[in-house]
């Protein structure tokens, strides 16, 4: 019989070819799935940013209302230990953001000196889903 040189080797082409063209696919899919997943962090900082200046803008409304001589009416900051006093507000559209006020006063010679303390947090979403976002941020502020 005759015999062709490197009649053994015809196939070895074919299967490195498709071994090639496995490892890019597989590459391929490894680089979709983490560009996904950075585009889903880049969003989630976003709306997590967006909720820290919310919860921001609660805390600065606070401070705003309760440092005006007299407070403003409609605006309450009871004594503790009394419950405190809560609003709600959407300074940032689809984030709800509620601000809790309690006061105590103190004497400093006197003077009598008012401390409230304010508590602002501010959510997105529902609790238990991927798109929730919640921030809160707490200060005190003397009068």
């Known amino acids: 019989m ?3 040189s490197g009649f053994r080797q015809s196939g070895f082409a ?3 070819a498709i071994f090639i063209l496995v490892v ?5 899919a490894a680089m979709v799935t983490i560009s996904t997943s950075q585009h889903t962090t880049v969003a989630m900082d976003i709306q997590s940013t967006r909720a820290y200046q919310s919860a ?3 805390i600065e409304w606070g401070a705003y209302q309760s440092l005006q001589t007299p407070l403003p009416s ?3 900051c009871p004594l503790l230990p009394a419950a405190p006093a809560s609003y709600s507000m959407t300074p940032i559209t689809g984030f709800t953001t509620t601000v809790t006020c309690n006061s105590t006063t103190h004497s400093e010679g006197a003077a009598t000196v008012t401390m409230y303390a304010l508590t602002s947090t501010a959510t997105f979403g529902a609790v238990n889903t991927t798109d929730y976002i919640a ?3 707490q200060a005190r502020v003397a009068k």
């Open 2 to 4: 005759f015999r062709r």
């Open 14 to 16: 074919l299967v490195t």
């Open 24 to 28: 890019l696919a597989g590459l391929g």
């Open 56 to 58: 921001r803008a609660g």
């Open 74 to 76: 409609g605006f309450t």
């Open 135 to 137: 921030r809160q941020l």
